[in-house]
Each structure stands twice: as structure tokens, then as C-alpha cells.
């Protein structure tokens, strides 16, 4: 194998590198975009206590597991 060859095979490498990482950002956002909606949504449950228990005790799971 040249020299030529073995240069070829490794860019593709480094070119799926750095969509990885957008990749896994946008992912990151995404979910720091999900809990800062699900702390919006129970602040606003909050106004009603004891109505939606099913939907707070959700709230709550999901908040709690991924932190």
C-alpha cells in the first residue's frame, strides 16, 4: 500500500469526527431544551395542586432521572 493510499483511507476518519461532536451538541441541546420546558410546565402545575398528581408524579420521574 503507498503512502497515497494509506492518507486516503485515514480522512475519512477525520471528517466524521467533527459531525460526531455537532451531533452529540445538538443532542445535548435538545435535552437541555426538554428539561427547561418540563421545569417551565411544573411551575406551571403548580398553580393547581392536586389536580394532575399523574402528571406531576411524571414530571417528577422524568426530571429526576436525568439529573
Request: aromatic share 8%.
Amino acid at each position: 500500500m503507498s503512502v497515497c493510499e494509506n492518507n486516503n483511507s485515514v480522512q475519512p476518519q477525520h471528517h466524521h469526527q467533527p459531525a460526531q461532536q455537532q451531533q452529540q451538541q445538538q443532542s445535548t441541546q435538545s435535552i437541555a431544551d426538554y428539561l427547561a420546558q418540563l421545569l417551565k410546565d411544573r411551575k406551571q402545575l403548580a398553580a393547581f395542586p392536586n389536580v394532575f398528581n399523574h402528571v406531576e408524579r411524571l414530571l417528577d420521574e422524568v426530571s429526576t432521572s436525568y439529573y
